[in-house]
């Protein structure tokens, strides 16, 4: 962001027009957001001022310690998409084998401004933070492979210190409960010490969860926006869902972890974005033979993992049959570097097979139907 542009975080609710004076500093519009967190505008003045006085005292050093605490998590001091309608950001494209470049498994669809997160994947939160939100207002899980949940205990400590007084909503298929209490039960020690520290001011409603445990079908239908729960294969592992998003005539579709199959197809047809995992096996089947024989454990592994995702090829198919009318790859087995050359070679063949707009996801692009 650069020195002109305004934050939109620091104007007054009655005043749209006018940025406050000092988030002009870039690492003063972080300060700005991280005040906004616990206090709002007054506390937003108070932290201005103040460090208005120190920069005017000439304490440089006391300056630029506070502005880089207030730098914290890269944070974007607001959201990267309009606060109406239906928008889809990625904000997780990769897989288990870590990629610094690509947190794992999670999909965020922002509904007139409120955020619903499909799977909460390690580094997720850094990337709710880096498209403007704080936390997710609802999460939905699509099956408990821990790469799809892993970034749960950081949501739960981030709810905390920013004052949330109400358990995070939870959609998820039978068994989200138990997984979700575990991660709850995790976080003993840490949510002892911080209420041992903050007294009453911590609410223990803030590492709780209001989990509400479906087979299928309609899992939340407010305010114009219906979100259908369908299961898809991910066997073994059950249950494993899909998640099909309807507004305002739009609909997204998000796949979870799939091989192609029937009722996947069916509850994405005619849908305008299918944001759906996608597998390079022509790549992996490379490598096989070779790891097969050097180190037959691993060979039998990646035998086993090419079984329970769908390759890119298939993907294709699967779009074509549905008459989807965008196509969008994201959870990339391997978790490819989000680079041209790579990507291309990701989706060879594709295009042969569907002919609408293929996106190869990269984190935090966004999709609007
Ligand atoms: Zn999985
Ligand atoms: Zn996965």
Redesign the pocket.
């Known amino acids: 962001m650069n020195a002109k542009t305004r934050c939109s975080d620091c104007v007054d609710a009655t005043d749209n027009s006018r940025p406050h004076a000092l988030s002009s500093f870039p690492s003063l519009q972080s300060l700005c957001q991280y005040t906004a967190l616990f206090g709002g505008s007054s506390a937003r003045r108070e932290a201005e001022n103040n460090l208005a006085k120190t920069f005017v005292g000439g304490v440089f050093v006391v300056f630029a310690a506070v502005a880089a605490y207030a730098q914290g998590p890269m944070m974007n001091p607001q959201p990267i998409v309009p606060s109406t309608g239906m928008h889809a950001i990625l904000l997780g494209t990769g897989c288990p084998l870590i990629n610094p470049e690509r947190a794992t ?1 999670s999909t965020l669809i922002v509904v007139n401004g409120k955020t619903f997160m499909v799977d909460t994947g390690w580094n997720s939160l850094v990337r709710l933070t880096q498209a403007g939100y704080q936390h997710p207002g609802v999460v939905l899980y699509t ?1 408990f ?1 821990s ?2 949940y892993d970034g749960l205990g950081q949501v739960f400590i981030n709810r905390g210190i920013a004052g949330a007084d109400q358990p995070l909503s939870v959609i998820s298929p039978k068994g989200g409960k138990a997984v979700i209490d575990a991660v709850i039960a995790s976080l003993a020690a840490d949510v002892g010490y911080r209420k041992a520290h903050h007294g009453d001011k911590w609410s223990d409603e803030a590492v709780a969860a209001d989990v509400k445990e479906f087979d299928e079908g309609t899992v939340y239908d407010a305010d114009d926006l219906k979100i259908i729960m369908f299961p898809v294969d ?1 066997h073994p ?1 059950e249950p ?1 869902v899909g998640y099909r998003f309807e507004y305002g005539g739009k609909s997204i579709v998000i796949s979870g ?1 799939t091989v192609k199959c029937d009722r996947l197809i069916a509850e994405s047809k005619g849908c305008d974005i299918l944001i759906h995992e996608a597998m390079d096996d022509r790549m992996l089947k490379a490598i096989l033979p070779g790891l097969t024989k050097t180190d037959p454990r691993r060979g039998a592994m990646l035998t086993e993992l090419i079984d ?1 995702h769908t390759p890119t090829l298939q993907v294709a198919e699967i779009a074509r049959d549905a008459g989807v009318k965008k196509l969008v790859l994201t959870h990339l087995v391997p978790s490819i570097a989000p680079i041209d050359a790579a990507e291309k070679n990701f989706i060879r063949g594709m295009a042969e097979i569907y002919p609408g707009p293929i996106a190869i996801g990269r984190d935090l692009m966004t999709f609007t139907p």
């Open positions: 498994g099956h492979h790469d799809h991910h592992i494993a972890d329970y």
